[in-house]
């Protein structure tokens, strides 16, 4: 655990919720100030966690096992971005050490979030839930419609997304969840926060929050983002592309939409 950012006097006391989770906080070993605003936020909340020094894109040389490149040409038709495989790599990396630990949940996070107040209340009403969720996702960068399905606290609820959604900064997962990151997701054939988006097709249940608790804040310094357009390749995208692209919606739409439909007629 590292809690090191907040003087001992201004740190409150932990919330009993870091008992039951594990919290890993992705974060470049030359990104400081991230860091450190990060931890001053999860001290804010009572959230103990673990620093996972990020996969530095910048020092990656292609090939490597962690990464299919032919898979990743058919289904996502870029070039690769070594940036995107060590952000890929150093969440498969947080899957790990959660599962090498005796912890049975782990709240995984990126390092340009901002966080509601009630952020460690809402975990702990999710656990109430478990029984209903594999991913719950906290953040997303897209604005589709979450469909409200269980309240968990009187402020927010578990909803259901029927169309993508993008971004990965904040989730909650169970072991389950962290085996599929950890073994099914290896090695990398899209970005990470598609990826994982494609739960379904395994057999896991992903939910929302809704409304969010976590921002994921557009940061202009992102190296991912940064000359994102130098990694696509215009006409010459493999044809195979939106074929793979419109399956996995209809695929997504079909399993999400059986499983908004079963829980609506039990309510």
């Known amino acids: 655990?590292?809690?090191?950012?907040?003087?001992a006097a201004l740190m409150p006391a932990l919330h009993p919720v870091s008992l039951r989770v594990n919290t890993y906080l992705i974060n470049l070993d030359r990104a400081p100030l991230r860091r450190f605003r990060m931890e001053r936020l999860l001290a804010s909340v009572g959230l103990a966690f673990e620093r996972v020094a990020a996969v530095d894109g910048a020092?990656?040389?292609?090939?490597?096992?962690?990464?299919?490149?032919?898979?990743?040409?058919?289904?996502?038709?870029?070039?690769?971005?070594?940036?995107?495989?060590?952000?890929?790599?150093?969440?498969?990396?947080c899957a790990k050490r959660f599962l090498g630990s005796p912890a049975e949940f782990a709240l995984i996070l990126e390092?340009?979030?901002?966080?509601?107040?009630?952020?460690?209340?809402?975990?702990?009403a999710a656990l109430d839930h478990q029984a209903r969720w594999d991913i719950l996702r906290l953040?997303?960068?897209?604005?589709?419609?979450?469909?409200?399905?269980?309240?968990l606290?009187?402020?927010?609820?578990?909803?259901?997304?029927?169309?993508?959604?993008?971004?990965?900064?904040?989730?909650?997962?169970?072991?389950?969840?962290?085996?599929?990151?950890?073994?099914?997701?290896?090695?990398?054939?899209?970005?990470?926060?598609?990826?994982?988006?494609?739960?379904?097709?395994?057999?896991?249940?992903?939910?929302?929050?809704?409304?969010?608790?976590?921002?994921?804040?557009?940061?202009?310094?992102?190296q991912i983002q940064a000359g994102l357009s130098a990694y696509r390749l215009g006409r010459r995208r493999p044809w195979s592309v939106l074929p793979y692209r419109a399956a996995a919606e209809?695929?997504?739409?079909?399993?999400?939409?059986?499983?908004l439909a079963a829980w609506r007629l039990r309510s």
């Open 153 to 222: 606290t009187a402020s927010r609820s578990l909803a259901i997304a029927l169309t993508r959604e993008k971004g990965s900064g904040a989730y909650l997962i169970n072991r389950k969840a962290a085996g599929w990151i950890a073994g099914v997701l290896v090695p990398m054939r899209l970005p990470y926060d598609l990826a994982f988006d494609l739960e379904f097709d395994d057999g896991l249940s992903a939910c929302f929050v809704d409304p969010l608790p976590v921002s994921q804040r557009a940061d202009p310094c992102s």
């Open 139 to 151: 953040s997303t960068v897209n604005s589709g419609k979450k469909h409200k399905v269980e309240p």
């Open 59 to 93: 020092g990656l040389s292609l090939p490597h096992p962690g990464f299919d490149d032919a898979a990743y040409l058919s289904r996502h038709g870029r070039r690769p971005n070594p940036f995107e495989i060590g952000c890929y790599l150093s969440h498969v990396e």
């Open 111 to 124: 390092d340009d979030l901002d966080f509601d107040d009630d952020l460690a209340e809402l975990l702990d």
């Open 1 to 7: 655990m590292n809690m090191r950012a907040a003087p």
């Open 250 to 259: 209809l695929r997504r739409f079909a399993t999400r939409f059986s499983r």
